[in-house]
């Protein structure tokens, strides 16, 4: 088996015991990466140079006796939405081209410090914003199980990177679903923390109440493996809780048997595909063979999701993108300009994207003088009431399951002129992100040849039991070991 075809997991015990050297491993990453990237189109930016740098360090660390952590060697990819220092951060836009950050993203200095040798940024959806990875400024993402459909978004570059082989593990940022769909769509594992679990410093805000960045993965024991890196309070990030991180590698007993798993009427009924729905009931049937006990649960706020989604999220990305002006840093018209406003108007034009452009308008109008209450104060007394539906759920379950995505990958452009249709692509994942929640995208089976995700919500602070759940499953099924022919 070649390199690249290993678990995180599998590379660890094999640079652990001095079989490979870090070196090795990065080399055989960036072999990969030149053998599809142009037919995937994941990455905005490799970074050679800087890998084998931090590969030939961990190899000194163990030459000298040092016993560095688990994923120390094992490379990394980065959403192109983390800031990297001195290397390019743009966001999948013009706005931030040939932007590079003065200092790194904690999450990306974490990953630095435990030996994890960087690949490169990968390619999304411009400020995160879109379910397809379509509306990047600079490149369409493909999906590796199918090169005409889209990856995902807007974490996609991440999902197919890892999907491809073209890293072992991807961080990711998840607003709306933008790390648990992507994963379903391009048949891997995705973790979205909960809100506070992991540092957003570094982090390009898009909804600031609603961002989390989480790690994509072969499988869920990787996951576990980089969210013991990523995991934990930080001074820098205000919104970072002060709670004790367990051992996740240490929680996936393979034991799931007494747990009790609510099914949500409202996520597995209008707007699943059918054939969709048939593979979560199997996988659904899986827990019950593994001693779960299922039963379905009514959640009637969850039917709002969307709408307040679509309040909440512009509100807060008119206002974080109102810092780019043309004047601080980033994109500034070349054009003659008569006064500030001119100046403003022609960058933000030229700069955004129609999508961005789109939502800083939708916010803006909700924000407004006379339309504030109607509209986001009323969206975030209805957000109340769905972290209230998950609340009662959770006294008498121990995680829910749902599909992640309401469809498998559909094709490149198919769905560019329906925005509605784009947005119910995450309408599975939403609700997870305005309750605040972790969840857990695991593959649980094929459609049309595509893969299907299984997505596993937990309570606050409980990515443990989730990533559990989700390894029991994996060592019960093999869907996680299976691989898009390149």
């Known amino acids: ?42 990455y905005l930016e490799l970074t050679q140079d800087v890998a084998m740098e931090q590969a030939r360090q961990v190899d000194d660390w163990r030459a000298g006796g040092e016993q560095p952590g688990p994923l ?19 966001c999948g836009s013009k706005m931030l081209k040939g932007f590079r950050p003065p200092y790194d993203a904690t999450t990306v200095r974490r990953c630095r410090d435990a030996g994890m040798p960087m690949l490169g940024k990968t390619n ?101 493996l980089a969210m013991n890196v990523l995991a934990g309070r930080d001074q820098y990030d205000a919104t970072s809780a002060d709670v004790d991180v367990p051992d996740y590698v240490a929680a996936l007993t393979g034991d799931v048997e007494g747990l009790r798993a609510g ?73 003659d300009v008569s006064d500030v406003y001119d100046l403003f108007a022609k960058t933000r034009g030229e700069g955004f994207g129609p999508e961005v452009r789109l939502r800083i308008m939708l916010g803006t109008f909700a924000l407004s003088a006379g339309y504030y209450d109607a509209y986001y104060l009323k969206a975030q007394k209805v957000r109340t009431l769905i972290k209230q539906d998950f609340d009662a759920a959770f006294e008498d379950h121990d995680v829910l ?24 692509a995450h309408v599975c994942t939403i609700p997870v992100n305005l309750a605040g929640i972790p969840a857990l995208s695991i593959p649980c089976g094929m459609v049309d040849a595509m893969p299907v995700g299984l997505q596993i919500m937990g309570r606050p602070f409980e990515e443990a039991t989730i990533m559990r759940v989700g390894d029991a499953y994996q060592r019960a099924t093999d869907y996680h070991r299976q691989r898009p022919e390149l």
Request: proline fraction near 6%; aromatic fraction near 6%.
């Open 72 to 90: 120390a060697g094992v490379p990394v990819a980065i959403k192109d939405v983390l800031c990297t220092r001195g290397i390019r951060t743009t």
């Open 1 to 42: 088996m070649k390199l690249y075809e290993l678990t995180a997991y599998e590379l660890s015990e094999r640079l652990t015991s001095g079989e490979v050297s870090a070196a090795e491993v990065t080399e055989a990453y960036f072999e990969r990466i030149e053998s599809v990237e142009e037919k995937v189109a994941a």
């Open 401 to 424: 399951l749902c599909p992640t995505s309401p469809t498998v990958a559909f094709g490149i452009g198919e769905k560019a002129d329906d925005p509605l249709q784009m947005k119910l």
């Open 263 to 335: 099914v949500p009427k409202e996520l597995m009924g209008e707007g699943i595909d059918p054939a969709v729905r048939t593979t979560i009931e199997a996988a659904i049937g899986q827990f019950e063979e593994l001693g779960m006990a299922i039963e379905e649960v009514e959640m009637p706020n969850l039917d709002h999701s969307l709408p307040v989604y679509y309040v909440i999220a512009p509100a807060e990305a008119a206002s974080n993108l109102a810092r780019y002006d043309g004047v601080r840093y980033g994109h500034r018209t070349e054009e």
């Open 124 to 224: 999304m959806d411009e400020f995160a914003m879109g379910s397809s990875t379509e509306n990047s400024a600079y490149k369409v993402t493909r999906n590796p199980w199918d090169l005409d459909r889209v990856p995902g978004g807007s974490s996609g570059g991440s999902a197919a990177a890892v999907a491809a082989g073209m890293a072992p593990i991807a961080l990711g940022s998840d607003t709306g679903g933008s790390i648990r769909q992507p994963a379903a769509l391009c048949g891997i594992s995705g973790l979205k923390p909960t809100y506070g679990r992991v540092s957003r410093y570094g982090l390009v805000a898009y909804a600031s109440s609603l961002d989390q960045v989480g790690p994509l993965a072969r499988d869920v024991r990787d996951c576990a």
